[in-house]
């Protein structure tokens, strides 16, 4: 602004104002503004220094009061994120008895080549000859039985692709501890010699993941895990997940959001119809494509910047056996272009950043638990049941058990390649963390209240947390959007 813009200005307004005064005006940080109003504070023809003053003051204080606009850390970081082709392909079978032996046959091969690559000082031998010699040796095998004998010993049966071996362990050996933790359809190493008709086991080895550094990003960014939404049933947390929603968009004091560029929702997302008998009592919305309205108007609160990766869980609308394939197009017609919504396989596998993470909704926790006395309190220990999957390499192990598995393809292995720096999980609905060989296990707890019949079952669920994982450092935090008690009254 010059000076004769400032006479004109004036003239206009009829008002004029000596040079001394012209000149304050113009060295202002804003010359129009504290012009514009000066003006506006007089109440004669002659415009005043302290006028000018005035009108500079007042502009300094409100330059004080409104706050730079915040940048927010994840909007500036570009969405990287690849989703493994596994997940979302939808592999039709048939199921017949030739597609079940063919995925176990699947599941043998690449776990034996996992335990065959483990150095050890036995040979490693075929189940056929190591029946034939009295030397140590190591054979690999699928379990296919394990009996208690009436004196308390432990008899396991596995076999390869040609043989079956009857294994023993003695009740009073130091083995025993080992041969207890073994599940039906697992595949593991087993170290020991044959005596008469028994191979009488000495060392007992999981396929298990490799010890690795935990790997993080160089951007800022964090990933925050939900699951078991249940929208639709009438104990749906509304009140605490709108509070979530708010929260990302910076509704808050707490400046977490920032940094948060990706949520994975690992299932559960409505709460279904026909899930249970009678289930329509504890439903709000007994209609499953209005649930999923309803999550898509949630969906679409969520700012654009953040990516946001959804899987089904056993309430969902999918294919109960596993891999569930991810919700079909006709359910979530509401949030189609939203680019930045990623729905996928259960299980699914994505990379952000580079760091791999493996979302599994996790339904068979319940068939795990009373198999394995190591997870034996993993309703309130979650990460223990997951550290059991890993530990096999295996999602859901055990055949014939529930959720069923379908075979198609073998996502429920996890390969060399999926070996995740973060494993996302739910189902539970009890928050659980834990570091396991370098690898972040998540139980994300649920958005729904606990009811007395779930106390009553030994359930304690944890709703309304949010766990973030900050890629960067590695650190999982918490993050609470609902009160302490939250059960059903
Ligand atoms: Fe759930």
Redesign the pocket.
């Known amino acids: 602004m010059e000076e004769k813009q400032v006479v004109e200005f004036l003239a206009a307004k009829k008002l004029i104002a000596g040079r001394e005064e012209i000149q304050l005006i113009l060295n202002s940080e804003s010359p129009e503004r504290v012009l514009e109003n000066a003006s506006k504070n007089t109440s004669s023809f002659y415009l005043e220094k302290k006028d000018i003053e005035k009108a500079i003051q007042d502009l300094e204080e409100k330059i004080i009061v409104i706050e730079p606009s915040r940048k927010i850390a994840a909007k500036e970081v570009d969405r990287n994120i690849k989703i493994h082709p596994d997940s979302l392909t939808n592999k039709k079978t048939l199921g017949t008895t030739g597609d079940f032996v063919e995925y176990f046959r699947e599941r043998f091969k690449k776990l034996k080549g996992t335990l065959a690559t483990r150095i050890n000082s036995n040979p490693l031998t075929t189940i056929e000859k190591a029946k034939k010699t009295l030397a140590k040796t190591r054979v690999i095998g699928m379990v296919k039985s394990k009996k208690q004998t009436k004196n308390g010993h432990m008899i396991i049966e596995i076999e390869d692709e040609e043989d079956t071996l009857t294994c023993f362990a003695g009740k009073d050996s130091k083995i025993m501890e080992s041969a207890r933790q073994v599940i039906p359809d697992e595949v593991i190493a087993i170290d020991g010699k044959q005596s008469k008709d028994l191979f009488i086991i000495e060392a007992i080895t999981w396929p298990d993941i490799p010890y690795k550094q935990k790997k993080t990003t160089e951007e800022d960014i964090s990933l925050a895990m939900i699951s078991?939404i249940?929208i639709g049933s009438k104990l749906f947390m509304k009140k605490e997940f709108t509070k979530f929603i708010s929260f990302l968009n910076g509704k808050t004091e707490n400046k977490a959001y920032e940094k948060i560029k990706y949520i994975t929702i690992a299932g559960?997302l409505v709460d279904g119809i026909g899930t249970y008998p009678e289930q329509e009592k504890d439903l709000e919305n007994n209609d499953i494509y209005l649930q999923y309205e309803i999550l898509g108007e949630f969906l679409k609160s969520i700012p654009e910047y953040i990516e946001v990766i959804l899987t089904p869980?056993n309430?969902d609308a999918s294919r109960l056996s596993e891999p569930q394939t991810r919700i079909d197009d006709e359910y979530i017609k509401s949030v189609k272009g939203y680019s930045n919504l990623h729905f996928i396989n259960n299980p699914g596998f994505v990379e952000i950043h580079g760091i791999k993470v493996l979302l599994y909704h996790g339904a068979s926790q319940y068939s795990l638990i009373s198999n394995i006395q190591e997870a034996s309190d993993g309703f309130t220990s979650p990460q223990k049941t997951a550290i059991e999957m890993l530990k096999r390499r295996l999602l859901n192990p055990i055949y014939g058990s529930k959720p069923p598995i379908v075979p198609a393809g073998s996502e429920m292995v996890i390969d060399n390649d999926k070996i995740p720096d973060v494993m996302h999980f739910?189902?539970i609905?009890k928050k659980g963390y834990a570091e396991y060989r370098g690898t972040t296990v998540v139980n994300s707890g649920?958005w729904q209240k606990t009811t007395s019949n779930q106390i009553k079952r030994g359930l304690t669920p944890s709703p309304g947390e949010v766990p973030i994982y900050d890629m960067r450092t590695g650190i999982l935090k918490i993050e609470k959007f609902a009160a302490d008690e939250n059960i059903e009254k």
């Open positions: 078991d249940h559960d869980g309430h739910g189902d609905h649920c």
